[in-house]
C-alpha cells in the first residue's frame, strides 16, 4: 500500500470503464478579501508553500492570485485588486470561501460530453490556454450554489500552475516536515430538501458512487439535526460528503452556515496528515484555534471499548482534545478548527487514517456539540 492509499484511502479503479474519469484534485480556488494577507496566514500557520502567482506585476489587473502547496494539496488564493471585479460583488455575499473544485482529468472533452448529455450547466466550454510550458485543456461545471468545478488536462503543460501566471517563491523558510501532505475531502453544505438532488448529480453526472450515508441519530443532537451523504469517484481519491440541515428543536450548524454564507457552499476542507499529533502541536504554536472537545469523551467506557488499542496513549489525544473513531476497516483520529475567517463558514479538519475509509461516525455527536456550544457563544443556537 502506497503512502497516498494510507493517508486518504484510495481503492484500486478501472479509469477505462469510467464514463468521466477523475484523476484526483487539481486545486481548491479560494476568493478572500485580502489575497496578500489570506495567503501569508496558509504559510506561515499550515507551512503552505508558494509556487506561483497572478496580479498586476503580470499583466492581471482585476486580481492577486498565490497559488499554495502543500504536498499533493493546491490552494489558489484570489482577492480582487479593482472595486469593479467580480470577486469584489462574490465576497461581498460570501466572504472568504472555496468558489471552485477544480478536478484533474485525464479528457476534458470526454467528461464535458457525458455531463452534457446527463443534465449538467456548463459555465466554461473546452479551451486551450497555451504558453511557453505547453498547453492546459479546461472547461467548468456549475454545482450547488455558486460553486464550480473547473476540469483540467495538464498533460501538456509544465507550467508552474496556468498560463498567466509565474513562478514565485516566499522569503519565508519552508517548514519540514509538512504538517499536511493531501485533501482527504471536501464538505458541502446544502438547503433542506436539496442533498438527494447534488447526490444524484454527482452520481448522473459525474459518475461517482454512494460511499456512506447518515441520518437519524447517528447525526443528531438534543437541539438539532441534520443529514448528510457521501459520494466519491472511482478510486475514492475525490469524496465528498454533503449536508443538509434537518428538523430539530434550534437551529444547526448547516443553518447557520447557509445563513453566513448566503446559500449553499464547501463548509470544510479535511487536509490529510501522516502525524496529527506533531501537526496540532505546530497548528496551535501558530495561534490556530480548535473545536475544544470535553473531558467526558475520553472517559467514555463505551468509546475506550469500541475504538481498542491506537498508535498513541488516549491521554495525548486528550491533552490535544483530537478524536478517534474505528470501524471494520481500521480507525481514524481527527480534530477540526474553528472558523478561519470573521464568519462561521469555512473551517478545516485534520484527519489520519489507519485503514479506516469512514468519515468518524462514532465522533459526529461528540463534534456536533462542541459547535453547538460555538454556536451558542455566537448567539446563533
Known amino acids: 500500500m502506497t503512502i497516498e492509499q494510507q493517508l486518504v484511502g484510495l481503492i484500486e479503479h478501472d479509469d477505462s470503464v469510467d464514463p468521466f474519469p477523475v484523476i484526483g484534485w487539481d486545486a481548491l480556488v479560494w476568493v478572500v478579501g485580502n489575497a496578500t494577507q489570506s495567503a501569508h496566514f496558509l504559510q506561515s500557520a499550515f507551512g503552505m508553500r508558494l509556487e506561483a502567482y497572478s496580479g498586476p506585476e503580470t499583466g492581471n489587473r482585476d486580481h492577486k492570485s498565490f497559488v499554495l502547496r502543500s504536498g499533493a494539496a493546491r490552494f489558489v488564493i484570489k482577492g480582487a485588486v479593482v472595486p469593479d471585479s467580480a470577486l469584489v460583488a462574490h465576497h461581498d455575499r460570501h466572504g472568504d470561501g472555496v468558489v471552485d473544485i477544480a478536478l484533474e482529468v485525464p479528457d476534458v472533452d470526454r467528461c464535458i460530453a457525458w455531463a452534457r448529455t446527463h443534465g449538467a450547466t456548463i459555465l466554461t466550454e473546452p479551451h486551450d490556454e497555451s504558453d511557453e510550458f505547453g498547453t492546459v485543456r479546461s472547461a467548468a461545471l456549475a454545482t450547488y450554489g455558486e460553486t464550480r468545478h473547473t476540469l483540467v488536462d495538464r498533460g501538456g503543460y509544465a507550467g508552474p500552475y496556468l498560463p498567466g501566471y509565474v513562478a514565485r517563491t516566499s522569503t519565508r523558510v519552508p517548514r519540514a516536515p509538512r504538517l499536511f501532505q493531501a485533501i482527504d475531502h471536501v464538505v458541502g453544505n ?163 487514517r489507519h485503514g479506516s475509509l469512514g468519515f468518524g461516525k462514532g465522533n459526529f455527536k461528540a463534534l456536533f456539540q462542541a459547535i453547538e456550544r460555538e454556536q451558542a457563544a455566537r448567539g446563533n443556537l
Not at 286 to 301: I, K, Q, R
Not at 338 to 349: G, H, N, S, Y
Request: net charge negative; hydrophobic share 40%.
Open 190 to 352: 446544502v438547503e433542506q430538501g436539496m442533498m438527494d438532488r447534488w447526490v444524484e448529480f454527482y452520481r448522473g453526472v459525474m459518475g461517482f458512487t454512494n460511499m456512506a450515508e447518515f441520518v437519524g441519530d447517528d447525526i443528531a443532537t438534543e437541539y438539532s439535526a441534520l443529514m448528510s451523504k457521501v459520494v466519491a469517484n472511482g478510486n475514492h481519491r475525490v469524496k465528498f460528503p454533503l449536508n443538509e440541515p434537518a428538523v430539530g428543536r434550534k437551529r444547526s450548524q448547516i443553518d447557520e452556515y447557509l445563513e453566513f454564507y448566503r446559500g449553499p457552499g464547501v463548509q470544510h476542507i479535511a487536509l490529510a496528515t501522516g502525524d496529527i499529533l506533531a501537526t496540532v502541536d505546530a497548528l496551535r504554536a501558530e495561534g490556530v484555534e480548535f473545536l475544544p472537545t470535553p473531558h467526558t469523551y475520553y472517559e467514555d467506557a463505551e468509546l475506550r471499548a469500541r475504538i481498542g488499542h491506537v498508535r498513541v496513549p488516549v491521554a495525548e489525544l486528550q491533552r490535544r482534545g483530537i478524536l478517534v473513531d474505528r470501524d471494520e476497516d481500521g480507525y481514524l483520529l481527527q480534530i477540526f478548527t474553528r472558523p478561519i475567517a470573521d464568519r462561521p463558514t469555512v473551517f478545516f479538519e485534520l484527519i489520519e
